[in-house]
């Protein structure tokens, strides 16, 4: 098939500048890859727009197309785990980064990458939630396999308009926990509310400046997915036996803490990395994403985008912090 073209969105360097184009390419330009995939929906994550405003730390070599999710169905396999037609999913790994990504009509990636769509997820739905309610997915399987059952209390969920937050409130509403959410953007609580908050908290009513070790117990567990000085807080505000997961650094890759949380009250500290998840709790996370902690708010969550064309205006205002939850790009 290296002869047939398609659509992608194209990030250049050029005069230092970085500027995106739809273009027309060829499946023979793609990397090498068992599993060629018509991708049919892929979604706007924060490492996208890393990606498309020529972050090297993200994406090393330019000209490029990101997308580190996509959803479709296999158009060619030379692997035995897939068939022609069969509809799977892409989240991770190196789609996006350095390999071409889901902004585009076309990927090609190697058969361990990728996942069967499970019993229950439409690939609309699987992008709905794509990386961001994959990465909401492994810090709730945290809580629950840490044994922390609902009736432990509130959990906290930070950064709740974006992405990862809104998923995991969703999740954990789906699983019966009550759910406080903690927000920059308090002119949001109708929706954060609409999406499965119990409580709507603005960032100083959940920072913890004291200087003090440890504050009040508040929380049974905490998704954390800023960083900087919202995961400092949520250490010390953490319940003895308490779980905290901590995903994101878009307010800072730095925290602190003293050991006292750990020893004292029996915190834990998990770091979530969804891009390198093995295989097997990839694919037991999709499927119970698929069925029991499906959340029930998807639709209020996401924005669908019609075609590459929208994906440029979304990505300047999720850079620029307007966007609140989620958005799908579909491309027929
Ligand atoms: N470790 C992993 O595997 C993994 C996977 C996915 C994402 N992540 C990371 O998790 C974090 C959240 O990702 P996401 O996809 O949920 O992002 P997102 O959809 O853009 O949401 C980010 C949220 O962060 C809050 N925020 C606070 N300060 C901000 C700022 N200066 N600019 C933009 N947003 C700001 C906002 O929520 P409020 O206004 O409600 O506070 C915003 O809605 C990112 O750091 C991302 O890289 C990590």
Redesign the pocket.
């Known amino acids: 098939m290296d002869h047939v073209t398609f659509q992608a969105m194209v990030v250049y360097e050029e005069e230092g500048r970085f500027v995106r184009r739809i273009e027309t390419r060829q499946v023979g330009d793609l990397p090498k890859g068992e599993v060629l995939i018509r991708v049919g929906y892929s979604s706007v994550?924060?490492?996208d727009c890393l990606s498309a405003m020529g972050n090297r730390g993200v994406s090393r070599h330019y000209p490029h197309t990101p997308g580190i999710d996509a959803a479709g169905m296999v158009a060619e396999s030379f692997s035995e785990g897939f068939g022609k037609g069969e509809r799977v999913l892409v989240t991770g790994y190196d789609l996006g980064m350095n390999t071409s990504g889901g902004f585009a009509e076309y990927i090609r990636v190697p058969s361990d990458w990728v996942v069967k769509l499970p019993e229950g997820l439409t690939r609309k739905e699987a992008m709905m939630l794509g990386?961001?309610g994959f990465?909401a997915g492994l810090s709730v399987k945290r809580l629950v396999d840490f044994g922390i059952p609902p009736e432990r209390g509130p959990v906290l969920v930070?950064?709740?308009?974006?992405?990862?937050?809104g998923l995991a409130i969703g999740i954990l509403k789906k699983l019966g926990y009550s759910v406080t959410a903690?927000?920059?953007?308090t002119h949001r609580p109708d929706y954060l509310k609409e999406i499965g908050a119990d409580e709507v908290l603005s960032l100083s009513d959940m920072l913890d400046e004291s200087g003090k070790p440890m504050g009040k117990p508040r929380w049974a567990s905490v998704v954390e997915?800023?960083g900087g000085p919202l995961l400092t807080s949520a250490i010390k505000q953490t319940e003895p036996g308490g779980v905290v997961t901590c995903?994101?650094?878009?307010?800072s890759g730095d925290f602190s803490s003293s050991i006292y949380p750990f020893i004292l009250r029996g915190v834990s500290l998990c770091g979530?990395?969804?891009?390198t998840c093995p295989m097997a709790v990839r694919q037991s996370v999709w499927k119970s994403l698929a069925t029991s902690w499906k959340p029930e708010t998807l639709d209020t969550q996401v924005s669908i985008l019609s075609g590459l064309d929208a994906l440029d205006e979304q990505i300047e205002r999720?850079v620029s912090?307007e966007?609140?939850g989620?958005s799908v790009v579909h491309l027929p």
């Open positions: 994550n924060w490492k990386t961001a990465t930070t950064g709740a308009t974006g992405g990862v937050g903690v927000s920059g953007r997915t800023l995903c994101g650094n878009i307010l979530i990395n969804s891009a999720m912090g966007r609140v989620r």
